[in-house]
């Protein structure tokens, strides 16, 4: 059974950083492509960046480009997303997701997987 696990939310000033953790003790990441999705108060849950399992190719949402970098360490079996020059919009519960193979997608519905979702709170 795949389990995933975030940490590394929490509250932070505009301008932070932060770094999430998706601990895949179960995954071999190597065959899944893990996302990171977020969602805010009264707003559809969005992709914000996925790394695919063989190639390690990555893809952002154009908001957080240049902010955000996706990151993997296959033996520690654990996906970082690294959060930088964090805006109020970034506020939201933020999710890891796997799903089977190399599509860099960000349809929630795709994913078969999920964490239960660390917050993170972008404010003054």
């Known amino acids: 059974q795949v389990q995933l696990v975030e940490s590394g939310g929490g509250l932070v000033q505009p301008g932070g950083s932060l770094r999430l953790s998706c601990a895949a003790s179960?995954?071999?990441?190597?065959?899944?492509?893990i996302g990171w999705f977020r969602q805010a108060p009264g707003k559809d849950r969005e992709g914000v960046s996925c790394?695919?399992?063989?190639?390690?190719?990555?893809r952002y949402a154009d908001s957080v480009k240049g902010r955000f970098t996706i990151s993997r360490d296959i033996i520690q079996k654990t996906v970082y997303l690294q959060m930088n020059s964090l805006k109020l919009e970034d506020t939201g519960v933020y999710y890891c997701?796997?799903?089977?193979?190399?599509?860099?997608?960000?349809?929630?519905?795709?994913?078969?997987?999920w964490g239960q979702g660390t917050q993170v709170t972008v404010s003054p």
């Open positions: 790394i695919s399992g063989q190639t390690g190719s990555t």
């Open positions: 997701a796997a799903i089977w193979g190399e599509r860099l997608i960000f349809l929630d519905g795709e994913y078969r997987y």
């Open positions: 179960t995954v071999n990441l190597n065959w899944y492509t």
